[in-house]
């Protein structure tokens, strides 16, 4: 629904669900609103499991069916390039995707595989930062993560 008085874009699905959240986000960065980019979006915020490509692909393939894996690798790639996204590679060449855009680390378990969102401020980071940029660097990420056994393996192994 259009609401000519406000310019306020509300678009909600046959299911019902309220996307003014994904649609704005693709306006401020004068994104094309296409249904594909607000599942995606959607699917990557509220799935924080930092899902693959193919994750993403195989999830919305059964609401959306003619959906492309080159249109979701083509969306994650603009919705990235924008900063709407992030992309992480901990493991490998393999992607895997994080809403959140602030800075917070990550922990990887070697097991499993899952990747846990891990928050806590660098005390050095803003004079890591400085002294790097004042060499005439120019910073555009910063990646901090760490390897290890997560809690549920380690339950699994003490069993």
Request: with cysteine; aromatic share 8%.
């Amino acid at each position: 629904m259009l609401n000519c008085n406000d310019y306020i874009l509300v678009t909600i699905t046959k299911k019902g669900e309220y996307l003014e959240k994904y649609v704005k986000l693709l306006k401020e960065k004068n994104l094309k609103i296409t249904p594909q980019r607000i599942k995606i979006l959607k699917y990557v915020d509220t799935h924080r499991t930092h899902p693959t490509a193919d994750e993403i692909y195989s999830s919305l393939k059964k609401d959306i069916p003619s959906l492309s894996k080159t249109t979701v690798y083509n969306s994650l790639d603009i919705l990235k390039k924008h900063g709407l996204i992030k992309a992480l590679s901990i493991c490998g060449s393999e992607h895997r995707y994080d809403f959140k855009n602030d800075m917070h680390h990550h922990f990887l378990c070697k097991k499993c595989g899952r990747i846990y969102d891990i928050e806590f401020k660098c005390p050095n980071i803003k004079h890591i930062k400085g002294e790097i940029q004042s060499s005439g660097h120019h910073i555009d990420e910063v990646h901090g993560y760490f390897i290890g056994t997560c809690n549920d393996c380690i339950k699994k192994v003490e069993k």
